[in-house]
């Protein structure tokens, strides 16, 4: 079963960090490509970072270098590093877990980057 819950979501000035945390309530994480998207207001829900089960990570460009994607397989967590936030970055960020099976979504967490 999946449960995706994400947290670490706040309001940051611009140049600051945060962690973005998913832990999957429902079970493992193990078989699950893991990723990290985001949704600005008015606009698509994007990928932003993933890691599949074998630890391969793939990153938008715009967050290439500042953006960092990880998993924690033995306690059903991933994780999502952002430095230098830019305000254009504000948006709802939402974990996602996809295998073969289908995919699943968290219920998602806000960040809000101030210039």
């Known amino acids: 079963q999946v449960q995706l819950v994400e947290s670490g979501g706040a309001l940051v000035q611009a140049g600051g960090s945060l962690r973005l945390r998913c832990v999957n309530a429902g079970g493992t994480i193990g078989r699950y490509a893991m990723g990290w998207y985001r949704q600005a207001p008015g606009k698509q829900r994007d990928l932003v970072a993933q890691c599949t089960n074998t630890g391969n990570t793939d990153y938008a460009e715009a967050v290439k270098g500042r953006f960092t994607i990880s998993r924690d397989d033995a306690k059903s967590t991933v994780y999502l590093q952002m430095n230098n936030l830019k305000p254009e970055g504000t948006a709802v960020y939402y974990c996602?877990?996809?295998?073969?099976?289908?995919?699943?979504w968290g219920q998602g967490t806000q960040v809000t980057v101030s210039s």
């Open positions: 996602n877990a996809n295998w073969f099976w289908g995919s699943f």
